[in-house]
């Protein structure tokens, strides 16, 4: 299942948590802010991607009949708020850690160090099941030099 509800400054999606669909909401997602001529799109592509996935295989723990919300809203013109929840009973997000591991090749935490590095700034629910990210387009690149948090 896919529903997608637009507008001019918004887009919302409602999937189940099957991986293929998070390749239709990138696809739909990057039309949308294209429309707007983006330059640069890329790392708000990498933060939905993550979300995304995060939500699918931890939130959601890969069930597939669960669902997974996506809002993104146009708050200015190059500035976006990403909104993913899940159907999971969420997680410690107080305790999380931000920092690059010893071995950066490990894959572990690496999600949530992407969001943060290439976001404005992320927020949580009480539960933690709904993370929201702000991100900002960037015309020189994506990577706009935000350090993890240490």
Known sequence: MLQVDKSEKNIA???????SLVDKILKETERF?????????SGLMIVLRELLLNALIHGNNNVAERH???????????RLRVEVEDEGS?????????????NPCLLERRGY?????????IEFNSRG???TAYVT??????WRGK???P
């Open 13 to 19: 999606f409602q999937i189940y948590s099957e991986t």
């Open 33 to 41: 802010v294209d429309r707007d001529r983006a330059e640069n799109h």
């Open 68 to 78: 997974i919300k996506c809002r993104i809203e146009k708050l200015e013109k190059a």
């Open 90 to 102: 969420g997680f410690d997000y107080q305790n999380l850690d931000m920092r690059l591991p010893e």
């Open 113 to 121: 160090i992407l969001i943060n590095a290439l976001s404005d700034s």
């Open 129 to 131: 099941n709904c993370i």
């Open 137 to 142: 387009l960037n015309q020189e690149g994506f």
């Open 147 to 149: 350090s993890p948090q």
